[in-house]
Structure formats: structure tokens, C-alpha cells
């Protein structure tokens, strides 16, 4: 099975405290660490072990700027086995429906069975699976959570429903698919694994190989624009704790003995 | 002498010679014995290289003290005495059982240099010995079939019972001291029948009550019974030569290697591979041990060489609270697969994944590197090495738990496993009593003649940054010119290193390796002992590294720092050797010199401490694993301090303190027990 992955580089929640950027429209990102999306990097893992199953290869696919390259590479030292980077002047700035475009573009030029996805990315906007299956008129499953391969035509994806409950479908292949976290358990990756790929080629694709109108996509073709970004201002009744852990918490129990809580 | 027939000139029905079986018991049972070592060495010679022909001296001494001293057998006593004297026997009765298989041959042979008054000496000894030997099979042989001590139970899961095996070899060696006995009490007893010759015989030995009880015998029977009881001993003595590499007493041949190869270093971690340096590391096709053959021939001569006596697990802590994991099976698993892989005939099988095939991975990742085992074993087997190996293969293949997985990551981008920000790493020094009477100096900014290590738990973690305070108001006070590192500092990778991040280790090491190197200090201290650690044994060519405890030691005798008596002199303390300040670097007396300094301080000891001393829980990563276990081993510890009659705790390591502060609360003994990092009791107690 030709398996595609598409990913994102994002800031690592783990590993940042995120502030606001003096401007105030976004993180401030001078002093941010990014890595692979999380649901990504299960849809890879997910990939990897399919390929292992029944044959095949895994793509790893990227929109982004040069530093983009570091998590391709990092996919492909979990096993992907090739690597592509889109990366033009003209995408940047891109919003939901850009980067389903520029991706389609790519995906129409090879001839993959099974599009994969994380369900969202650092922005929760969760839409680009979506759009980039609309586009190409594949079928399309979101919030997968299993995976089972039945011939070379239909796999079976499962969705877990609110309240815990599992749903299985059959799905004609090809077809797009927004992977869950919890899907697997992604292999670790560790530095030697990302130096064995180090030297490997990873094709750099713009506007221009893909055949799309610089136009459409990035800040000129953007149909949605973030006009602010901030914290939102504290309401009635909310207060928040301030100090070290112990003394956040034996405030919070003294508001609970006042309150009649405890 | 006695005109008995001795085996090299009986002949039996009178006309074959006695001396052809003589012959030919030891050419089958030495030629066997050959092909049978020539194929368990098989292994050793596919495995990886191991470098183990250094400090000549030094494994001399091992050699002297822990094989042929037995210094590690009384730390169980019955057991221990036993195997003394068994082993003791062995090496006095080997030189008997030598010059009796010549006997066979030659009638009345006699070691040279064993003739004359050393022999007479040699002769009353051996008779001892023989005695001494049945006696102790006797004991160990009821110890092991009746009252079956609980460490030698083998649990399902890892196989049938080893009681039969170890209950025929008691047996086997008691029929070596019989049969030997009696071949000597029936000549005795037949030269006394015979010319009133009572020779001298060593009284109560087995030889001399034999003696009394042949004396009503005839001279047929004795003569026969001469016969016999030296064919059984001989054919016996063979049978137990090739019996011996077929199980958990291979030992008896491999002890000697075993113990002379042993590790010399405690606290250092092998290389990846001998001989390949950390620049070459690139160029590995693989990392650590995934199959068989991965292990160093040294490795697999420690599985050859497990005896099987459960001190290990018994002293295990991962094993005391359920994880799955027996160091003693680790040993035994592999040596089963090397027995079935490498048979005595026909081909050699390939071997598998050993996680998947004998091992799990939860198996190889419950280890808390604690040291335990190795301290314990008589034979000196190595744990640590082994499950560092197996880490790399893991980490090598991908399969690490999702729980190690984040804070591998973290320390990847920030260096820290928490992934809190570089540039926070000097927070702990910002709080606002502490700012207000300290300033730290910063290396990168300020020249020092002392660099303090803080390392990331007690830079970042909330609770344990007031070790870091305490630590600085003590090289204050005690007059040590000291900086840090701040943002330049990385985690020591004390864990990473033995979490089998092998490449992620060697760039900490370098940053941290630099940094100090940058700011020229002339000594390192530390309140972290898997810093100290890592920096002492791991690192390579930097200043020398001391924990703050022996600072501290060192500055009361020298009068820089002077204690108040004891401000609580109703409570009962308890000191708690962290694994990584006592076991693996010896650090045992100074925090206790420093704890007896405060006058008026009632301080008790663990029935468990020192070099036994029971791991808190793990430090570094281990506090990210989530373990399968029945209990914490912080709540075993807190439970053991309770036992000794003490209501404080005190430890000289961040992650023990963590571990035994969680341990008082989930063991319900919040109010009557607390734990004190040996700096805060320091602090409390400055003049």
C-alpha cells in the first residue's frame, strides 16, 4: 500500500511556556522549540506499521520553511521511507484551505492509496484533512482510532464516539483519513536515528513544480485571516492562584474550607 | 605395608586388569569433559569483544579475595559457611583426587612433594576436609530438600524448580567423600587385620570411623570394597567433571575466570562496543545487545557462571516490590537459550530479538541500576552493563515506553527532562529571601574557583531547589569560592547514559564536558550523586568531583564549619545511602561523620545499609517509568526506617528525598515520619 503522511512542525507544548509576543497576534516565538505534531507523528507510526503488514511504502509530506526539513527527517529515521518538503515564498501565510490546495497538488502527482493526516494540529483548527479529501473527492473518516486492511480496494477504520463507544466502517480506498492520538504507540526516535537519515535526499517542491497559481495559496489566496491572538481577560467570578505549587495549593484549600468545598 | 591388591594390580575374575578401566576412565572422562568445554566455549567466540586483561594487580587481588577468600559467601551466613567449607574441600581434595586417578595406574602413587611429613600434614587435612564436606552436603542437602529457603523457589514464569538438580550434586559430592573414605578405611582396615599395624588416624574423620567400622570385616570384603569404593570414586569424580557444564554448577569451573575478568570500575558504564571510541559511534551498524551474540564473551560467561543462589533477587529492590524483574533470571534465561542454541551436538541455532524471545521490555526497563546485585553476588556477575546493552538495542529499535519517551525528548531540546526553558535553570537562586542575602555567581560572567553542579531535578523542580539553597549557604559558610553554570549547564545524562541513550548522553557530555571546561574552575561539587556520578566515572578529563557531604566532612575536622547541637534532640534519625553516593562511589562515612557532628543527635542505622542499602525508587528517568509493581520501594524503605526506631530520614540525594517524601504519604505515616535532605539538616544546624 503507498501510504502518504502529511505533517506539521509545530511548538512542542511538552517542552515551551508559551507568552504572548509584544504585537500581541501570536506566540512569541524567539525562544520556542518546535517538533513534529503529536497526532502526526501517530498517523506516521500508524503508516509505518501498515507498510510493515501488508507492503509498501510510507511518504512523509510538509508545508513549511526550511526548518520544516527537521521533522521530515525525523519521520523518516521512525521508518517513512521518503520525504518530501513544499516549501515556496508564495505559501507562506497560507490558512486552512491553502495548505489543503498545495497539498492536493503534490498528492495528485504521485498515486498514493491511503492519505493520511493527524485529526489537528497546534492551531485545533482540524480542517485541512477535511478540505484536502473534498478536493481530490476522496472518501473521508476523521478521528480515526484503528486501522484494519482488507484487500487492495476497502480498509476498515474505527472512531471512537463521544461516550466510549466504537464505531468500525469500511472505507474504499483511495481515501483520506484524520488520525487520533492513542491509535498506537509511535516508536521512539532517537539523535542516531536522525543522523542516519541526515544525508538523504529530501526533494524541495514550490509553486511552480506543483503547477499551482502562486495566487491561491499563502497570504494573497487566503480566505480566513487571524486579526488577534490573546489570552482571554479574566471574568466574573474567575481568580487566578499565584505562587509556588505549595502555596497555590494551600490557597486553593483555604478558598474550599471558606466556600464550604471541604 | 598391607598386602591389599590396590587398583593398578587388581584383576578381576582373576584375569582382567583392573588398570585398563583405570585407564580408560580418565581418557573418556577427560576427552568428554574436552568436546564439552570445546562447545560451551563456542558462544564466547561469536560474541563481542570485551577488554578484560588490565590492572593485572587489581584482578589478582579480586581473585585472592573474593574466589579463593570467599569474603562474599557470610553475607548469608548458614549458606555461606556451608559453601566454605565445601569449597574449601574442594581445592584440598582436588590435589587427593588428582594422585588417585594415577593410583589407578600405579599402586601407592605419591604426589611429589607430598612424600614424607607434608604428607602425613596433607593426609590429616584432606581427612578433615572429606569430613567437613559431607558434613555440609548433609546440612545443605536438608537446607535445600526440606526446608527449602524461599530465594531459591523458582516462580512459574520463569520455568521448573532447580531443587532436584542442586539436591543430586550434594549427592554426587557425598559419594566422591565416601567413596574416597572408604577406598582409604578398607586398606587401613585390612593391614590392621593383618599385621596389627594400627596406623595413625586423623580421630573423628570419616576415614577413621570407616576404620572402626571395617574392623570386623573379612579380608574378601575388604578387598573388594578397596575396589569398588575407588572405581566409584572414580567414575563419579568423571561424571561429576562432565556433569558440571551442564548446569548451574558450571561455576565450580568458570568461578575462577569469572571473578579474575570481573568489573573493576564501579560506577562506570561499559562502552558501546570496545574499542570503538564515542567519535566513531556514527559508523555502529547497530547499538547495544539484541541478540545473543551481542553480549560480550565476559557477559556470557557470567550466565555460564550463575550458581543460582537468588542473592541477587533477594537483594533486588525491583524484585522486592513485584516489577517484573529477577536479576537472577536474567542470568538463568540466557543461559538456558545458550545451552539450546549452542547444543552439545549438531547445529547451532540463530537467535532471536531477546526482548520478545526470554526477556520483556518492562523486564529490562524496571532496573533502577541500584547496584544491589552486583554487590551481593559471589561470583561477581555484572547486571548493570547487561541492562545498559539491552537499553541501547531498545532505544536502538524504537521501543521505548511513551512515558520515557517525552523526557528523552525534552532533555534532546532543553537539555533538562522537564523541558522547562535553559534560561530558568538559575531560577532557584531568585527566590526572595534567598536573593536578598545570596548572590550566585554566574561562570559564564564570573570567574570561581569552585563550580557547583546542580543538575536539572534540583534546578527545576519546585520542592528540591531548596537543596540548591542550602547547598550555596553551606560553600558560603564553609568559605568556598563557588559559581554556577546556569543556562550553560545540561543535565549530567547520569540516566540518559543508562537508559541506553547512548547518543543523546555523548552530546550532554560534551556541552557540559565544554562549559566547565570554559570556565577553568579547579573542583566540582555537587548535591546530587547521580551528578557526581556522572561527572566523576562517566565524564572524562575534568577537575576532581566531590559530593557536598564529604565538603562537608572535610570542613568540620578542618574547623571552617562548625555545627549546633541538635535542635531536635527528641527525634531519632536515620541516614539512607543513596545507591549513586554509597554503593557506586563509596561514599559511606561522611554524611555519616558530618550527621555525628551535631551533638546530641540520636542517630540509628537500617538493618539494610551501606553496601546494602535499598534503592528509594530510582532517580533521573526512573521517575518518568511507570512500573507494573505491588508496591513503591520508597514505602519498603520508609517501612524499614520505621522498624529501625527512627522518625527522620535524612538523605543526601534530591531524587531520594522526592521518592521518600511520596513513599511517608502513600505509606500513611505523615506526622509520625519525615525525610531531610542532609543539606537542610546542615543548614539548620550552622553556627
Same mark, same amino acid.
Given at each position: 500500500m503507498e501510504i502518504l503522511v502529511c505533517v506539521k512542525r509545530v511548538p512542542d507544548t511538552a517542552e515551551n511556556e508559551f507568552e504572548l509576543n509584544s504585537a500581541g497576534n501570536d506566540l %512569541?516565538?524567539? %525562544?520556542?522549540?518546535?517538533?513534529?505534531?503529536?497526532?502526526?507523528?501517530?498517523?506516521? $507510526?500508524?503508516?509505518?506499521?501498515?507498510?510493515?503488514? =501488508?507492503?509498501?511504502?510510507?511518504?512523509?509530506?510538509? =508545508?513549511?520553511?526550511?526548518?520544516?526539513?527537521?521533522?521530515?527527517?525525523? #519521520?523518516?529515521?521512525?521508518?517513512?521511507?521518503? +520525504? =518530501?518538503?513544499?516549501?515556496? %515564498?508564495?505559501?507562506?501565510?497560507? %490558512? +486552512?484551505?491553502?495548505?489543503?490546495?498545495?497539498?492536493?497538488?503534490?498528492?495528485?502527482?504521485?498515486?498514493?492509496?491511503?492519505?493520511?493526516?493527524?485529526?489537528?494540529?497546534?492551531?485545533?483548527? +482540524?480542517?485541512v484533512g477535511g478540505m484536502l479529501a473534498a478536493m481530490l473527492d476522496y472518501p473521508y473518516a476523521s478521528l480515526v482510532n484503528k486501522i484494519e486492511a482488507v484487500d487492495d480496494a476497502t480498509i476498515k477504520v474505527g472512531r471512537e464516539i463521544e461516550g466510549g463507544n466504537q464505531e468500525m466502517n469500511e472505507i474504499q480506498l483511495p481515501c483520506v483519513l484524520s488520525i487520533q492520538t492513542g491509535i498506537n504507540e509511535p516508536r521512539y526516535v532517537g539523535i542516531r536515528g536522525i543522523r542516519k537519515v541526515a544525508s538523504v535526499d529530501i526533494p524541495v517542491k514550490g509553486a511552480g513544480d506543483l503547477g499551482i497559481d502562486a495566487a491561491t495559496v499563502g497570504d494573497a489566496g487566503a480566505k480566513t485571516k487571524r486579526v488577534d491572538y490573546f489570552v482571554p481577560d479574566l471574568g $466574573?467570578?474567575?481568580?487566578?492562584? #499565584?505562587?509556588?505549587?505549595?502555596?497555590?495549593? $494551600?490557597?486553593?484549600? #483555604?478558598?474550599?474550607?471558606?466556600?464550604g468545598g471541604l | 605395608m598391607s598386602s591389599i591388591i590396590g587398583p593398578a594390580s587388581f584383576e578381576f575374575f582373576g584375569i582382567f586388569p583392573a588398570a585398563i578401566l583405570s585407564f580408560i576412565l580418565p581418557v573418556v572422562g577427560v576427552g568428554l569433559f574436552a568436546y564439552i568445554m570445546a562447545r560451551r566455549l563456542a558462544p564466547l567466540v561469536r560474541a563481542a569483544p570485551d577488554y578484560r586483561l588490565d590492572h593485572i594487580g587489581r584482578r589478582i587481588q579480586k581473585l585472592i579475595v573474593i574466589w579463593l577468600g570467599q569474603i562474599r559467601q557470610p553475607r548469608y551466613m548458614l549458606a555461606g559457611v556451608l559453601h566454605i567449607v565445601i569449597f574449601a574441600g574442594f581445592l584440598i581434595l582436588s590435589i587427593r583426587s588428582v594422585s588417585l586417578v594415577v593410583i589407578g595406574l600405579s599402586d601407592g602413587f605419591v604426589m611429589p612433594g607430598f612424600g614424607g611429613w607434608p604428607g602425613v600434614v596433607y593426609n590429616i587435612l584432606k581427612d578433615y576436609a572429606a569430613t567437613f564436606v559431607l558434613i555440609a552436603c548433609i546440612i545443605a542437602g536438608i537446607r535445600r530438600g526440606v526446608f527449602k529457603p524461599a530465594r531459591y523457589a523458582v516462580p512459574e514464569k520463569y520455568g521448573k524448580d532447580h531443587t532436584a538438580e542442586a539436591v543430586f550434586v550434594l549427592g554426587i559430592i557425598a559419594t566422591l567423600m565416601i567413596s574416597e573414605s572408604l577406598f582409604e578405611a578398607s586398606e587401613l582396615a585390612y593391614a590392621l587385620k593383618e599385621t596389627g599395624d594400627a596406623h595413625f588416624v586423623a580421630p573423628l574423620t570419616l576415614v577413621w570411623f570407616f576404620k572402626i567400622l571395617l574392623s570386623g570385616a573379612s579380608f574378601d570384603f575388604l578387598q573388594g570394597l578397596h575396589i569398588f569404593s575407588y572405581f566409584l570414586h572414580d567414575v563419579t569424580f568423571f561424571f561429576f567433571l562432565c556433569f558440571l557444564p551442564l548446569g548451574k554448577h558450571f561455576h565450580v569451573i568458570t568461578s575462577f575466570f569469572n571473578v579474575f575478568f570481573m568489573r573493576l570500575d564501579k560506577g562506570k558504564i561499559k562502552p558501546v562496543r570496545h574499542g570503538v571510541t564515542a567519535e566513531q559511534l556514527d559508523d555502529l551498524e547497530s547499538f547495544g545487545v539484541k541478540k545473543l551474540? &551481542?553480549?560480550?564473551?565476559? !557477559?556470557?560467561? &557470567?550466565?555460564?557462571?550463575? /550458581?543460582?543462589?537468588?542473592?541477587?533477587?533477594?537483594?533486588?529492590? /525491583?524484585?522486592?516490590?513485584?516489577?517484573?524483574?529477577?536479576?537472577?533470571?536474567?542470568?538463568?534465561?540466557?543461559?538456558?537459550?545458550?545451552?539450546?542454541?549452542?547444543?552439545?551436538?549438531?547445529?547451532?541455532?540463530?537467535?532471536?530479538?531477546?526482548?520478545? &524471545?526470554?526477556?520483556?521490555?518492562?523486564?529490562?526497563?524496571?532496573?533502577?541500576?541500584?547496584?544491589?546485585?552486583?554487590?551481593?553476588?559471589?561470583?561477581?556477575?555484572?547486571?548493570?552493563?547487561?541492562?545498559? &546493552?539491552?537499553?541501547?538495542?531498545?532505544?536502538?529499535?524504537?521501543m521505548v515506553p511513551q512515558s520515557l519517551q517525552k523526557p528523552l525528548k525534552a532533555l534532546e531540546k532543553r537539555g533538562n527532562p522537564y523541558g522547562k526553558m535553559e534560561k530558568k535553570r538559575a531560577d532557584w537562586a531568585l527566590e526572595?529571601?534567598?536573593?536578598?542575602?545570596?548572590?550566585?555567581?554566574?561562570?559564564?560572567?564570573? /570567574?570561581?574557583?569552585?563550580?557547583?553542579?546542580?543538575?536539572?531535578?534540583?534546578?527545576?523542580?519546585?520542592?528540591?531547589?531548596?537543596? /540548591?539553597? !542550602?547547598?550555596?549557604?553551606?560553600?558560603?559558610?564553609?568559605?568556598?569560592?563557588?559559581?554556577?553554570?546556569?543556562?550553560?549547564?545540561?543535565?549530567s545524562g547520569n540516566e540518559v547514559l543508562r537508559f541506553g541513550e547512548e547518543m543523546l548522553y555523548q552530546d550532554l557530555k560534551e556541552q557540559n564536558t565544554q562549559a566547565i571546561l570554559d570556565t577553568g574552575v579547579k573542583q566540582i561539587v555537587t548535591a546530587d550523586p547521580h551528578a557526581y556520578n556522572a561527572l566523576k566515572n562517566d565524564y572524562t578529563g575534568l577537575p576532581p568531583v566531590r559530593h557536598i557531604s564529604q565538603v562537608v566532612a572535610e570542613k568540620i575536622t578542618s574547623g571552617a564549619l562548625s555545627l549546633k547541637p541538635c535542635l531536635d534532640p527528641d527525634k531519632v534519625y536515620v541516614y539512607h545511602d543513596p545507591c549513586y553516593l554509597g554503593r557506586h562511589n563509596g561514599v559511606y562515612d561522611d554524611p555519616r561523620q558530618a550527621l555525628d557532628a551535631i551533638e546530641g543527635l540520636t542517630r540509628v542505622e537500617m538493618e539494610k545499609s551501606r553496601d546494602r542499602s535499598f534503592c528509594c525508587g530510582g532517580g533521573g528517568l526512573m521517575l518518568f517509568y511507570e512500573p507494573e509493581e505491588d508496591t513503591r520501594m520508597g514505602v519498603l524503605r520508609v517501612n524499614m526506617a520505621a522498624e529501625a526506631g527512627a522518625n527522620v530520614i535524612v538523605t543526601a540525594c534530591p531524587f531520594c528525598l522526592v521518592n521518600i517524601q511520596d513513599a511517608i504519604k502513600v505509606a500513611g505515616k505523615e506526622g509520625e515520619m519525615e525525610a531531610l535532605d542532609f543539606t537542610e539538616l546542615i543548614v539548620r544546624h550552622l553556627r
Amino acid at each position: 500500500m503507498e501510504i502518504l503522511v502529511c505533517v506539521k512542525r509545530v511548538p512542542d507544548t511538552a517542552e515551551n511556556e508559551f507568552e504572548l509576543n509584544s504585537a500581541g497576534n501570536d506566540l %512569541d516565538r524567539d %525562544d520556542l522549540v518546535y517538533s513534529v505534531n503529536e497526532w502526526d507523528n501517530y498517523a506516521v $507510526e500508524e503508516a509505518i506499521q501498515i507498510v510493515d503488514n =501488508v507492503g509498501g511504502s510510507v511518504t512523509v509530506v510538509t =508545508v513549511g520553511d526550511d526548518e520544516s526539513e527537521e521533522v521530515l527527517r525525523r #519521520e523518516m529515521a521512525m521508518g517513512a521511507n521518503n +520525504g =518530501v518538503l513544499l516549501s515556496d %515564498d508564495a505559501f507562506e501565510g497560507s %490558512d +486552512g484551505k491553502g495548505i489543503a490546495a498545495i497539498l492536493k497538488a503534490e498528492i495528485e502527482k504521485g498515486r498514493y492509496d491511503l492519505i493520511l493526516t493527524g485529526a489537528q494540529a497546534d492551531e485545533g483548527a +482540524g480542517q485541512v484533512g477535511g478540505m484536502l479529501a473534498a478536493m481530490l473527492d476522496y472518501p473521508y473518516a476523521s478521528l480515526v482510532n484503528k486501522i484494519e486492511a482488507v484487500d487492495d480496494a476497502t480498509i476498515k477504520v474505527g472512531r471512537e464516539i463521544e461516550g466510549g463507544n466504537q464505531e468500525m466502517n469500511e472505507i474504499q480506498l483511495p481515501c483520506v483519513l484524520s488520525i487520533q492520538t492513542g491509535i498506537n504507540e509511535p516508536r521512539y526516535v532517537g539523535i542516531r536515528g536522525i543522523r542516519k537519515v541526515a544525508s538523504v535526499d529530501i526533494p524541495v517542491k514550490g509553486a511552480g513544480d506543483l503547477g499551482i497559481d502562486a495566487a491561491t495559496v499563502g497570504d494573497a489566496g487566503a480566505k480566513t485571516k487571524r486579526v488577534d491572538y490573546f489570552v482571554p481577560d479574566l471574568g $466574573e467570578g474567575a481568580e487566578m492562584l #499565584e505562587g509556588s505549587t505549595d502555596e497555590i495549593i $494551600e490557597k486553593l484549600i #483555604e478558598k474550599l474550607k471558606a466556600k464550604g468545598g471541604l | 605395608m598391607s598386602s591389599i591388591i590396590g587398583p593398578a594390580s587388581f584383576e578381576f575374575f582373576g584375569i582382567f586388569p583392573a588398570a585398563i578401566l583405570s585407564f580408560i576412565l580418565p581418557v573418556v572422562g577427560v576427552g568428554l569433559f574436552a568436546y564439552i568445554m570445546a562447545r560451551r566455549l563456542a558462544p564466547l567466540v561469536r560474541a563481542a569483544p570485551d577488554y578484560r586483561l588490565d590492572h593485572i594487580g587489581r584482578r589478582i587481588q579480586k581473585l585472592i579475595v573474593i574466589w579463593l577468600g570467599q569474603i562474599r559467601q557470610p553475607r548469608y551466613m548458614l549458606a555461606g559457611v556451608l559453601h566454605i567449607v565445601i569449597f574449601a574441600g574442594f581445592l584440598i581434595l582436588s590435589i587427593r583426587s588428582v594422585s588417585l586417578v594415577v593410583i589407578g595406574l600405579s599402586d601407592g602413587f605419591v604426589m611429589p612433594g607430598f612424600g614424607g611429613w607434608p604428607g602425613v600434614v596433607y593426609n590429616i587435612l584432606k581427612d578433615y576436609a572429606a569430613t567437613f564436606v559431607l558434613i555440609a552436603c548433609i546440612i545443605a542437602g536438608i537446607r535445600r530438600g526440606v526446608f527449602k529457603p524461599a530465594r531459591y523457589a523458582v516462580p512459574e514464569k520463569y520455568g521448573k524448580d532447580h531443587t532436584a538438580e542442586a539436591v543430586f550434586v550434594l549427592g554426587i559430592i557425598a559419594t566422591l567423600m565416601i567413596s574416597e573414605s572408604l577406598f582409604e578405611a578398607s586398606e587401613l582396615a585390612y593391614a590392621l587385620k593383618e599385621t596389627g599395624d594400627a596406623h595413625f588416624v586423623a580421630p573423628l574423620t570419616l576415614v577413621w570411623f570407616f576404620k572402626i567400622l571395617l574392623s570386623g570385616a573379612s579380608f574378601d570384603f575388604l578387598q573388594g570394597l578397596h575396589i569398588f569404593s575407588y572405581f566409584l570414586h572414580d567414575v563419579t569424580f568423571f561424571f561429576f567433571l562432565c556433569f558440571l557444564p551442564l548446569g548451574k554448577h558450571f561455576h565450580v569451573i568458570t568461578s575462577f575466570f569469572n571473578v579474575f575478568f570481573m568489573r573493576l570500575d564501579k560506577g562506570k558504564i561499559k562502552p558501546v562496543r570496545h574499542g570503538v571510541t564515542a567519535e566513531q559511534l556514527d559508523d555502529l551498524e547497530s547499538f547495544g545487545v539484541k541478540k545473543l551474540e &551481542d553480549f560480550t564473551w565476559k !557477559h556470557m560467561l &557470567d550466565f555460564y557462571s550463575c /550458581a543460582d543462589c537468588g542473592r541477587c533477587s533477594d537483594q533486588c529492590p /525491583a524484585n522486592a516490590v513485584g516489577r517484573p524483574l529477577s536479576p537472577r533470571f536474567i542470568s538463568i534465561k540466557a543461559r538456558d537459550l545458550m545451552f539450546k542454541n549452542y547444543p552439545l551436538s549438531g547445529e547451532i541455532y540463530k537467535s532471536k530479538m531477546l526482548v520478545e &524471545d526470554i526477556y520483556t521490555e518492562d523486564e529490562i526497563w524496571s532496573c533502577t541500576t541500584c547496584g544491589a546485585c552486583e554487590e551481593e553476588c559471589p561470583l561477581a556477575i555484572e547486571y548493570i552493563d547487561k541492562m545498559v &546493552d539491552l537499553r541501547r538495542g531498545m532505544v536502538d529499535e524504537g521501543m521505548v515506553p511513551q512515558s520515557l519517551q517525552k523526557p528523552l525528548k525534552a532533555l534532546e531540546k532543553r537539555g533538562n527532562p522537564y523541558g522547562k526553558m535553559e534560561k530558568k535553570r538559575a531560577d532557584w537562586a531568585l527566590e526572595k529571601e534567598f536573593k536578598a542575602a545570596y548572590t550566585i555567581k554566574d561562570l559564564g560572567k564570573d /570567574a570561581a574557583d569552585t563550580l557547583y553542579f546542580v543538575d536539572s531535578i534540583t534546578s527545576y523542580d519546585d520542592n528540591i531547589q531548596e537543596i /540548591a539553597r !542550602h547547598t550555596a549557604v553551606i560553600l558560603q559558610q564553609a568559605g568556598v569560592d563557588f559559581g554556577i553554570l546556569g543556562k550553560e549547564e545540561k543535565d549530567s545524562g547520569n540516566e540518559v547514559l543508562r537508559f541506553g541513550e547512548e547518543m543523546l548522553y555523548q552530546d550532554l557530555k560534551e556541552q557540559n564536558t565544554q562549559a566547565i571546561l570554559d570556565t577553568g574552575v579547579k573542583q566540582i561539587v555537587t548535591a546530587d550523586p547521580h551528578a557526581y556520578n556522572a561527572l566523576k566515572n562517566d565524564y572524562t578529563g575534568l577537575p576532581p568531583v566531590r559530593h557536598i557531604s564529604q565538603v562537608v566532612a572535610e570542613k568540620i575536622t578542618s574547623g571552617a564549619l562548625s555545627l549546633k547541637p541538635c535542635l531536635d534532640p527528641d527525634k531519632v534519625y536515620v541516614y539512607h545511602d543513596p545507591c549513586y553516593l554509597g554503593r557506586h562511589n563509596g561514599v559511606y562515612d561522611d554524611p555519616r561523620q558530618a550527621l555525628d557532628a551535631i551533638e546530641g543527635l540520636t542517630r540509628v542505622e537500617m538493618e539494610k545499609s551501606r553496601d546494602r542499602s535499598f534503592c528509594c525508587g530510582g532517580g533521573g528517568l526512573m521517575l518518568f517509568y511507570e512500573p507494573e509493581e505491588d508496591t513503591r520501594m520508597g514505602v519498603l524503605r520508609v517501612n524499614m526506617a520505621a522498624e529501625a526506631g527512627a522518625n527522620v530520614i535524612v538523605t543526601a540525594c534530591p531524587f531520594c528525598l522526592v521518592n521518600i517524601q511520596d513513599a511517608i504519604k502513600v505509606a500513611g505515616k505523615e506526622g509520625e515520619m519525615e525525610a531531610l535532605d542532609f543539606t537542610e539538616l546542615i543548614v539548620r544546624h550552622l553556627r
